[in-house]
């Protein structure tokens, strides 16, 4: 009976995910089963091997601003990397070393080694090794922008020698087409990104033999990209293929000695502008509704963009376009301390570490973009990255003050005090998370209740459920269930519709019939603000049976009993119309750790309609 409903679930992503997707897995799978990859790997080495050694070199464009402001938080970082000590996933230390070298197919935490004598396509995603992720986070090289800060203050050249040897040690050691760096595309091409970075700045440091080592690797490394980037835009169908499609946009744009950088820059930037496109909505949210994955794809135009200027080249305006309604996308959900709220899939990626500021803080991001769009930034200070890559702010902007994103089912409710946005959305694209009518709520930059965030991709099911569950968000649940039910690693069946009814600057209405095949109910949610208040009714309609209703609220703030119905959590006392219990919530602001926070969940069970009514008093 398992197993019978595990394939009606796999039968219904499929269909939610379409029979080109699903024909491309077919073939896909075919060809890995049939030595394909194998073929096109010995192609790869073939072409390497009967390329002319003197095209192995690079032209620096000067990509970097020599006189950048040069941050000094940065140094004890590069000290660390100097000792195989990483700095990962912005936001905490993870010790790759072994014998004062980076051991690079080992899991910084399990300690387990990855094969490093199977080709890529023949190692699987999830092995004995645990999460992948940590694997690859050293080599994305994050650590070439502590090494240039560190170098930039000190002028010690050991952090250059040192980040060279690491280079050189990394290819020695990853011989295409063997072990876990070669498995993903977008890893490779933000190693790539990482060591043109490097190049640029410290290319006196390396010997012409060594950096055409360090060519003869990156040029593989793109004929890897350019020969499986299908993958990506028909398979995976998100920031991967525009992590993808910009590698080799920039490969082609920085090694025109290649016989294929033509053809790497046309195929690089058709694919750009047809992955944008899909996956960036008309309002500028994401497709993956992801507030990090956002950002990464916002700096991936924003380096295009760079690029394209210091070659002199115009970019397509459907392409600079698409950016600019990023950024004011992302812009409107910005808080005091420049922090968005936790939403949606955070695997910590940070493809410009530059700034001291938090990894959560987005602003010198969308300064970054806003410079390079009209050469004004939306925030006083904050220019980190755009100082890095030499660019000037001709003064600060106005923040456009947008409040409802109807094609990606966000909205806002805020006044002097108080933000709070709902997710109201009938999924089209494949969603991540049981998320829907979630309300993240601040007060005077407080985050009062939050999303959970996501932790780790590799996890064991129950545990993962905390965060992408529909307890990890606040919003209803019914008797114990999801919104969705899983399918597969990533997937989801039966994906949420839900209609946004009315709305203005201090109310929403909208129904979720994420529960209606399920059990026949529909949760209808209204929000009114006010000016130090916020409250909300859930109704649940169309209940002909004895029902459990739960409404969660996630905190990471101190929460005081008053009395059976009402809490004080931080600077708020919540109350509602029901009962509650407090439980423990994992909350997780960066991947890969989480903190123990509180979940207070009112609980009513009714055989018919029920409405729970809600409110949030602030004080100061």
């Known amino acids: 009976m398992q197993k019978l409903q595990k394939l009606k679930a796999i039968y219904s992503y499929v269909k939610y995910m379409g029979m080109e997707w699903f024909l491309f897995r077919i073939r896909y799978e075919f060809r890995k089963r049939t030595g394909y990859f194998d073929r096109l790997n010995r192609e790869i080495l073939k072409t390497v091997a009967s390329t002319k050694k003197e095209l192995f070199f690079y032209h620096p464009i000067g990509l970097i601003n020599p006189a950048f402001q040069k941050e000094s938080t940065f140094i004890q970082k590069a000290d660390e990397a100097l000792e195989g000590k990483i700095f990962a996933f912005s936001h905490l230390f993870l010790d790759y070393s072994k014998e004062r070298q980076i051991a690079w197919h080992t899991n910084p935490i399990t300690k387990i080694k990855a094969s490093n004598r199977l080709s890529w396509n023949r190692l699987p995603d999830f092995g004995e090794y645990g999460d992948i992720k940590l694997i690859w986070e050293a080599s994305r090289f994050p650590h070439v922008f502590y090494f240039i800060h560190a170098y930039a203050i000190t002028q010690k050249r050991h952090y250059a020698k040192r980040l060279v040897m690491q280079i050189l040690h990394w290819i020695s050691n990853n011989s295409y087409p063997n072990g876990v760096h070669y498995k993903c595309g977008q890893e490779i091409g933000f190693r790539v990104f990482a060591w043109v970075i490097a190049m640029e700045y410290f290319g006196d440091f390396f010997f012409q033999k060594s950096k055409a080592f360090m060519i003869k690797n990156i040029y593989t490394s793109l004929l890897r990209i350019e020969a499986n980037i299908d993958y990506s835009a028909k398979s995976v169908k998100n920031n991967h293929s525009i992590s993808e499609s910009v590698g080799l946009w920039i490969g082609g744009m920085l090694f025109e000695q290649f016989k294929e950088s033509e053809r790497w820059r046309e195929k690089g930037m058709s694919s750009l502008l047809e992955e944008s496109t899909y996956q960036i909505y008309n309002d500028g949210s994401y497709i993956q509704h992801s507030f990090t994955y956002q950002r990464l794809v916002l700096d991936l135009l924003s380096l295009v963009s760079v690029i394209a200027k ?117 999924y089209r694209h494949r969603p991540a998370q049981n998320d829907m009518f979630h309300l993240d709520v601040w007060y005077k930059g407080e985050n009062i209740f939050c999303d959970t965030g996501s932790f780790s991709y590799n996890t064991n099911k129950a545990f993962k459920e905390h965060f992408t569950g529909v307890k990890g968000h606040n919003t209803i649940g019914i008797n114990g269930a999801n919104q969705m039910e899983s399918a597969l690693n990533f997937g989801y069946t039966n994906w949420t519709q839900a209609l946004c009814s009315a709305f203005d600057e201090a109310h929403f209405l909208g129904e979720n019939y994420a529960y209606h095949k399920q059990f026949g109910i529909v949760h209808n949610r209204d929000i009114m603000l006010n000016k130090e208040q916020i409250v909300v009714n859930d109704r649940l309609s169309s209940i002909v049976k004895m029902t459990s209703v739960e409404q969660y609220w996630n905190t990471l703030h101190e929460v005081v009993e008053i009395d059976d119905r009402s809490v004080r959590v931080g600077r708020c006392v919540l109350s509602s119309t029901v009962a509650y219990r407090i439980e423990e919530s994992y909350i997780s602001d960066y991947y890969n750790s989480y903190k123990i926070g509180k979940r207070i969940v009112f609980v009513c069970e009714s055989e018919s309609d029920v409405v729970i009514t809600t409110t949030m008093e602030f004080e100061e």
């Open 310 to 426: 210091k070659k002199e080249v115009d970019l397509p305006m459907t392409l600079r376009t698409r950016h600019q309604k990023m950024m004011k996308f992302l812009s409107a959900f910005v808080q005091p301390n420049g922090w968005l709220p936790n939403y949606g899939s955070n695997d910590g990626v940070n493809l410009f570490p530059l700034s001291g500021d938090d990894y959560r803080d987005f602003r010198s991001s969308l300064n970054f973009a806003s410079i390079l769009n009209s050469g004004k930034q939306l925030f006083e200070g904050h220019t980190a990255i755009a100082d890095f890559f030499g660019l000037t702010s001709a003064g600060v902007m106005e923040i456009e003050t947008k409040r409802a994103f109807e094609d990606g089912g966000y909205y806002i409710l805020k006044n002097e005090n108080i933000f709070a946005f709902i997710r109201c959305h009938t």
